[in-house]
Structure formats: structure tokens, C-alpha cells
């Protein structure tokens, strides 16, 4: 397992393992047409979630920014 790799990406490769594991290895894995389905439509959930992260880190940038807008502010209001 590589070390720099997020906490999400460890579970998702072990619910992967255990799925593969549990009907007896690759060989005795049934593809099914939902499973196609969503490996088909995976990279799209891939780049819903990452929008979703780069959302959520740009509103907290905008809430830091105006938190130390605020605190400037009345720091100068101090002096």
C-alpha cells in the first residue's frame, strides 16, 4: 500500500478485495450487467466528487478570507 494515499482509496480497495474474495477469487466473479453499468459510469461520479471537493475547499477560502478581513478590521479599530 502506498503511504500517501487518502483515507477513502484504502476502503474503497478493501470493499473491492472482500468483493472478490467472497465468491472465490477473480475467476468465480459474475460480471453482471450493473456492475458494467457502473464501471461505465464511474469516471463521471469521479469528477461529480472532485467538483464537489473543490467547492467545498473554495468556500472555506472564502470563509478564512473573511475571517481575517474581520479580524484586520477590528484590529484597526483597536489601534
Known amino acids: 500500500m502506498v503511504e500517501n494515499m487518502h483515507e477513502e482509496s484504502v476502503i474503497a480497495q478493501r470493499v473491492v478485495y472482500d468483493a472478490i474474495q467472497s465468491p472465490g477469487g477473480v475467476f468465480n ?19 461529480e466528487a472532485l467538483a464537489k471537493k473543490r ?10 478570507k473573511e475571517r481575517k478581513r474581520a479580524a484586520d478590521q477590528i484590529k484597526q479599530l483597536n489601534v
Do not use: G, L, N
Open 29 to 47: 466473479v459474475t460480471i453482471s450487467k450493473p456492475m458494467q453499468h457502473r464501471v461505465r459510469t464511474s469516471r463521471s461520479r469521479y469528477e
Open 55 to 64: 467547492e467545498a475547499s473554495a468556500q472555506e477560502d472564502r470563509r478564512s
